[in-house]
């Protein structure tokens, strides 16, 4: 024992702490990401959930008025038509335009409020930012 050679520690401690920077900051940005990916979902989630009603809301509109167009304003117009004493094509275009207004009324209600229910969102952005600019400083400063 006393012929061996003993290791030297200074050349290999240089490589040793690049390559353990490397796979520490490696080591990171897989934490970043899939914590990234954790926020984005928990996101998702939230945001599904508040706007739940409003697609709700949206969907049964839809229905109905797809299953009442036919039906109810044939009949809306036949009324106008015999107490109005107007032309039956008159009742029908009267009948049409306040479907059309009555839709269109539902359909931005439900639109504005889709697009609050999307808010939530803003956490996960602002989090990837800070993530961007964190991952930009150590690059940055791994020169030094």
């Known amino acids: 024992m006393a012929g061996q050679a003993t290791l030297n520690d200074n050349t290999g401690s240089s490589v040793n702490e690049v390559l353990g920077g490397i796979g520490g900051l490696g080591n990171n940005v897989v934490t970043l ?28 509109g839809l229905l109905l008025a797809i299953g009442s167009t036919t039906v109810g304003l044939m009949g809306i117009a036949w009324w106008l038509a015999t107490s109005w004493a107007v032309a039956f094509s008159l009742a029908l275009v009267l009948v049409a335009a306040g479907g059309i207004v009555t839709s269109a009324v539902l359909a931005v209600l439900a639109a504005f409020r889709l697009r609050s229910s999307f808010l939530t969102f803003r956490r996960s952005r602002e989090e990837l930012e800070r993530n961007v600019a964190w991952l930009g400083t150590v690059f940055s400063q791994s020169g030094r």
């Open 33 to 60: 990401a899939t914590l990234q990916a954790r926020l984005a979902a928990a996101d998702l989630r939230e945001s599904v959930t508040r706007g739940l009603m409003a697609w709700i809301a949206l969907g049964a």
